[in-house]
């Protein structure tokens, strides 16, 4: 079974975004203004015995990333906050971008959501999510004759 990134509107922001993406490459960086959305880029893998959702958010505190499963929904959310500026400083260049984000997943119903671990070292995020015993798969011996 294979997990999908669920998009409601993907199309909708997708196109918004790129939009956003002339205006600002037009009128220069509006980031002051209005800052862009975010989200922190995420790796899933299967091992026989997990799925495991691994999440770049660097420069935060795990007590501001929340971790939750719902109706078979994993759900990863935070907020990155702005450093503060100080008056006389003077900035040449600002790329990083801050604000809230959420990432959801469906997962499926394999997974035994009593027993889900979420790590958080380094800036990476690490939530293994263990299969059930019924769903591992097993290896079936093959006879010759």
Do not use: C
């Amino acid at each position: 079974m294979a997990i999908v990134r669920w998009k409601p509107f993907g199309d909708i922001m997708d196109w918004s975004d790129e939009v956003d993406r002339r205006v600002r490459r037009m009128f220069g960086d509006l980031q002051e203004s209005s800052p862009a959305p975010w989200a922190p880029s995420v790796d899933i893998k299967e091992t026989p015995d997990a799925l495991e959702v691994i999440a770049e958010i660097p420069g935060m505190r795990k007590d501001e990333i929340a971790v939750s499963m719902q109706e078979g929904v994993l759900s990863i959310s935070g907020e990155k906050k702005t450093e503060e500026r100080k008056e006389g400083e003077n900035w040449h260049r600002t790329e990083r971008i801050f604000g809230s984000f959420q990432r959801s997943f469906y997962i499926p119903s394999e997974v035994d959501d009593k027993k889900i671990q979420a790590n958080y070292k380094d800036g990476v995020l690490k939530v293994i999510l263990p299969k059930k015993e019924e769903q591992k798969r097993k290896q079936i011996p093959i006879k010759v004759e």
